[in-house]
């Protein structure tokens, strides 16, 4: 197997184990008899858990910079519900990352000041997003004053948080509690979006959600 294949197949199946038990709670000696790899093998690639996390996060960069980075060229109300899916998608497909995400931060200084870097790239981008429905209409009683930042703050406690505080409350994390998530993140909206608007997220996000996406 090539370094590349054998390195694919460990972040693969760190994601997975970490994403069932938490990553505290699995061993890179766990993932590498998941790989069958030898842990000389697996240590050869990643030194420690840390790196791994942080190739797994950095994965989880190039998926967001290589894809997410002309929201603004697309203003409407659907892609603001398809923009919610897909965080939506990227928070269930690296779940144990913002479950741990204070944690994994804190006991990383690396991995924060990536996670720091990338976090301000992507206000500006989603910034840039909100001020184009503002332009268009599709936002009203907004500008670019302390509610408008304030409004983007909200979206990404919710965004980044969410998992902890249905950790905090007991409950099982599936696909619709993270739903119920977005649905707070647009609920925050709704005051300031047009009767259309409204009406053309409520029915994306539906249609995106749906169990056979």
């Known amino acids: ?3 590349k294949n054998t390195q694919a197949l460990i972040v693969n199946t760190g994601i997975k184990l970490f994403n069932e038990r938490g990553a505290r709670h699995v061993s890179t000696n766990r993932i590498a008899e998941a790989c069958n790899l030898s842990r000389g093998n697996l240590h050869y690639h990643f030194k420690n ?20 980075g002309d929201d603004y060229l697309q203003p409407t109300a659907e892609h603001m519900a398809e923009m919610f899916y897909r965080q ?3 928070i269930w497909n690296y779940r144990f990352f913002y479950r741990e995400l204070t944690p ?8 924060k000041k990536s996670f720091g870097e990338l976090r ?11 001020k ?7 936002l009203v009683g907004l500008d670019e004053s302390d509610n408008f930042s304030a409004l983007i703050t909200i979206g990404w ?15 099982n994390i599936d696909r619709n509690t993270i739903k119920e998530g977005y649905e707070l993140m647009v609920q925050s909206l709704r005051p300031y ?4 608007a409204r009406r053309k997220v409520d029915d994306s996000f539906e249609l995106l959600s749906k169990p056979d996406q």
């Open 120 to 130: 301000k790239r992507r206000i500006v981008e989603v910034e840039k997003f909100f």
């Open 1 to 3: 197997m090539s370094t």
């Open 132 to 138: 184009s429905l503002i332009a268009e209409g599709f």
């Open 157 to 171: 406690i919710i965004s980044d948080y969410w998992l902890s505080y249905i950790d905090v409350e007991e409950k």
């Open 88 to 90: 939506l998608m990227m």
């Open 49 to 68: 858990k840390e790196s791994l996390i942080q190739s797994i996060f950095d994965r989880m960069a190039r998926e967001i910079e290589t894809d997410w």
């Open 104 to 111: 994994l931060l804190q006991n990383d200084p690396c991995l």
């Open 193 to 196: 979006l047009t009767d259309d």
